[in-house]
T-cell receptor, first 114, second 108 residues
């Protein structure tokens, strides 16, 4: 069964450094998402991406964040200058036509900012 | 986005049915009701969704009230692997807004 994959599984970085989290969505999906979950808290929507542009973003997704689909398979989340409060699990998801279809989530990348 | 109310936690015995309730009284007529779950240390996982009619799939059944202000997720025979946080989510566009969900404990 196809699945969403994410790398790395765990990323440790120093405050102020740039990080890129990588995702390979399911191949025939057209809608892509990033969510995050701070330890012990709810899963939070960050951004949705369709047709090579951002469809919607949350208040969390400020100028420090960016997303890209650099080729036909990868979908990346970049944090330009990490802060301590960016420490969280970051989940990538992909899906077909939204609303009527489910989103498939990856296993997540645990980001630790020191 | 429609507000949902779910019990914080529930317990069930293994191999027994589980009924997980959700109130979504502010749901709009075009919102689909989706259920996701999150097993420990994993990403969220889709369970089922519906609009007005009851729905069944290999994982669960979804019973939707006639006025659509509430729904119930039914796990017909719970296993230890079903221990997770279950989220009831009305969706009208493509983003998922997760609430706190119901933490389901399965007793062996």
């Amino acid at each position: 069964e196809p699945e969403v994959t994410q790398t790395p599984s765990h990323q440790v970085t120093q405050m102020g450094q740039e990080v890129i989290l990588r995702c390979v969505p399911i191949s025939n999906h057209l809608y892509f998402y990033w969510y995050r979950q701070i330890l012990g808290q709810k899963v939070e929507f960050l951004v949705s991406f369709y047709n090579n542009e951002i469809s919607e973003k949350s208040e969390i997704f400020d100028d420090q964040f960016s997303v890209e689909r650099p080729d036909g398979s990868n979908f990346t989340l970049k944090i330009r200058s990490t802060k301590l409060e960016d420490s969280a699990m970051y989940f990538c998801a992909s899906g077909k036509v939204p609303l009527y279809n489910e989103q498939f989530f990856g296993p997540g990348t645990r980001l630790t900012v020191l | 986005d429609a507000k949902t109310t779910q019990p914080n936690s529930m317990e069930s015995n293994e191999e027994e049915p589980v009924h997980l309730p959700c109130n979504h009284s502010t749901i709009s007529g075009t919102d689909y009701i989706h259920w996701y779950r999150q097993l420990p240390s994993q990403g969220p996982e889709y369970v089922i969704h519906g609009l007005t009619s009851n729905v069944n799939n290999r994982m669960a059944s979804l019973a939707i009230a006639e006025d659509r202000k509430s729904s119930t997720l039914i796990l017909h025979r719970a296993t230890l692997r079903d221990a997770a946080v279950y989220y009831c989510i009305p969706i009208r566009d493509d983003k998922i807004i997760f609430g706190k969900g119901t933490r389901l404990h399965i007793l062996p």
